[in-house]
């Protein structure tokens, strides 16, 4: 009886150990779960104006997702003169809580004062070199889940999707 016990035992430990086994299934299926978050243009451009504040030399703005990217449009003020710009901005990588999105372009002019003055607003947002990086705890839908980081983002169906796991 004693050695049914045994040659059991070891089969349940190889078993558990082994790659296939539901030890390294489950451990795999708990890294890969995560909470998907649809982050919407809405969110997206109530975000920016509160990181824009009182600068009244910002007008017309506005932020829509298509494709793989998100686009910014707007009027900026400077010396008495409005300039229209557009900007094509893509998530890249995440850190944690941080979401850093790669400028593609700014028409008419990739001037980075236009850059720093819409996205450098530490700790919401800062802009370094045609990169800004975006604290997701500032988003009211990422703030109620209090553990996690980001482990999967994408930008389908005119939203910004991001996935919180452990």
Do not use: C
Request: no cysteine; net charge positive.
């Amino acid at each position: 009886m004693t050695s049914f016990f045994k040659k059991a035992n070891e089969q349940i430990i190889k078993l558990l150990k082994s790659p296939e086994g539901s030890l390294q299934k489950a451990k795999q299926t708990l890294n890969d779960a995560g909470v998907p978050i649809p982050i919407t243009s809405q969110i997206m451009i109530r975000l920016l104006k509160k990181q824009i504040g009182d600068q009244k030399q910002i007008k017309e703005f506005s932020l829509s997702f298509e494709e793989d990217a998100m686009y910014v449009k707007g009027v900026i003020n400077k010396l008495f003169i409005d300039i229209p710009f557009e900007l094509k901005v893509s998530p890249v990588k995440a850190n944690q809580r941080m979401l850093h999105f790669y400028i593609h372009y700014l028409k008419p002019t990739n001037a980075e004062w236009i850059k720093k003055r819409i996205f450098h607003n530490p700790p919401i947002m800062s802009y370094e070199q045609n990169e800004f990086q975006l604290d997701l705890n500032q988003i009211d839908k990422i703030k109620v889940i209090p553990i996690g980081n980001v482990k999967h983002f994408e930008i389908k169906d005119e939203k910004l999707w991001v996935t919180m796991g452990l």
